[in-house]
Structure formats: C-alpha cells, structure tokens
C-alpha cells in the first residue's frame, strides 16, 4: 500500500491488537496494563521524539513508518515470531546495533538475480542481497536469544519514499521482503489471522 497515513495505522494495529489479545500463544506474555486498558500497543511518538532519532539516524525515516510511530511508539508483543517492534529511542542501524546478526547475514551469500527480479515482491520476497544490511535500521526483534528482526533498508527507496522492509529470521531460506513497512505489518497480520500466530 502506498501512503499508509495516520488512519490506515490505526485500523490496521486495532486488528493487530484483537489478535495479540486472543492469542493462546501470546496470552501469558500480556501484561497487566494490556489487559487493562485492553491495548497492547505503546504511546505515539511526538514529533520531536521522531526528529530527534532522525537526527541521531542521520536520516529521515519512511513515511509509513513515521505514521506507525505517530499512533504507537513501538508494539512489545507483535507476534511469536518478531516478538517486538522497538521505541523509536532504540531503533539503530543494524551494523551498531547487532554487528553480529550483521556478520550472520553476511554469511548467507547474495541470490543471484537481476535488479528487476530483485523488485519483483510477488515473485521474489526471499531474495538476498548482502550488501543492503550494513544499511538497514533494526526496529523490531525478537527476545534473545532468538534471531528474527525487522529491517527496513536504506537502500531500497520507492518514488514515494518507503523503504524496503525485511522480516529475516535463520530459519528462512532467504527472508521475507515488502515494499514498506506497512506491508510487512499488514502481511505478518495476515498469517497471524489466518493461522493463530506470526
């Protein structure tokens, strides 16, 4: 989806949310404020709180993550398999933040295909390109000592400005790449509904 604004962020995390909260899997991880306030997701980010992380980034950030953050910032319990999506305060480039899942990608050896194949989300969602990852932000991840993360990738601009996003975890033949982080929640959604968990 190109665009995703402020509105489309929050349909989509109140159907992430019905489905964390009825999760058996996910159940004994909830926390008290969660059952609570029935809301498993965090504050939004404030402006300045964005400007600030692009500041120290060095970079802005793409717009529908931007508008994800404007409505939570962050999610603690996104599924069994990503786990959290990270405050903006702690999101990093990947080669500070985990320079060893950095040097564990970089071992994987790129896919052999062309740029245009490369963009071919339909198609070709596993294909690796290790060079990206040095430039990828990590913003979400699993519990240690498990490996999955979301990435969004710097390299990877669309004409609307979203970054690539990559779900990656060792037990992929490849990994799982979107056009915008929008797609890459929307879509992990969509296997969560379908089968009970992420």
């Given at each position: 989806m190109n665009g995703a604004?402020?509105?489309?962020?929050?349909?989509?995390?109140?159907?992430?949310?019905?489905?964390v909260l009825g999760s058996d899997d996910l159940?004994?991880?909830?926390?008290?404020?969660?059952?609570?306030?029935?809301?498993?997701g965090l504050p939004p980010a404030t402006s300045r709180d964005i400007?600030?992380?692009?500041?120290?980034?060095?970079?802005?950030?793409?717009?529908?993550y931007r508008a994800f953050l404007s409505v939570s910032n962050g999610w603690p319990l996104f599924d069994t398999f990503i786990e959290r999506l990270l405050p903006v305060e702690e999101?990093?480039?990947?080669r500070a933040a985990d320079p060893d899942g950095l040097s564990l990608i970089q071992g994987y050896g790129d896919h052999d295909i062309s740029d245009q194949d490369y963009l071919d989300?339909?198609?070709?969602?596993?294909?690796?390109?290790?060079?990206y990852y040095p430039q990828c932000?990590?913003?979400?991840?699993?519990?240690?000592?498990?490996g999955e993360m979301v990435l969004l990738n710097s390299d990877i601009v669309s004409r609307d400005g979203e970054w690539e996003a990559i779900f990656f975890a060792?037990?992929?033949?490849?990994?799982?790449?979107y056009r915008s982080f929008y797609d890459l929640v929307n879509g992990r959604l969509r296997v969560f509904e379908s089968f009970g968990q992420g």
């Amino acid at each position: 989806m190109n665009g995703a604004t402020a509105e489309d962020w929050r349909a989509l995390l109140s159907r992430l949310n019905s489905s964390v909260l009825g999760s058996d899997d996910l159940k004994e991880n909830l926390t008290e404020g969660m059952v609570s306030t029935g809301w498993c997701g965090l504050p939004p980010a404030t402006s300045r709180d964005i400007a600030a992380a692009e500041g120290r980034l060095g970079a802005s950030l793409p717009p529908s993550y931007r508008a994800f953050l404007s409505v939570s910032n962050g999610w603690p319990l996104f599924d069994t398999f990503i786990e959290r999506l990270l405050p903006v305060e702690e999101v990093d480039w990947l080669r500070a933040a985990d320079p060893d899942g950095l040097s564990l990608i970089q071992g994987y050896g790129d896919h052999d295909i062309s740029d245009q194949d490369y963009l071919d989300y339909e198609r070709h969602s596993e294909a690796i390109r290790t060079s990206y990852y040095p430039q990828c932000l990590l913003i979400g991840k699993a519990w240690e000592p498990e490996g999955e993360m979301v990435l969004l990738n710097s390299d990877i601009v669309s004409r609307d400005g979203e970054w690539e996003a990559i779900f990656f975890a060792d037990w992929l033949p490849g990994n799982q790449r979107y056009r915008s982080f929008y797609d890459l929640v929307n879509g992990r959604l969509r296997v969560f509904e379908s089968f009970g968990q992420g």
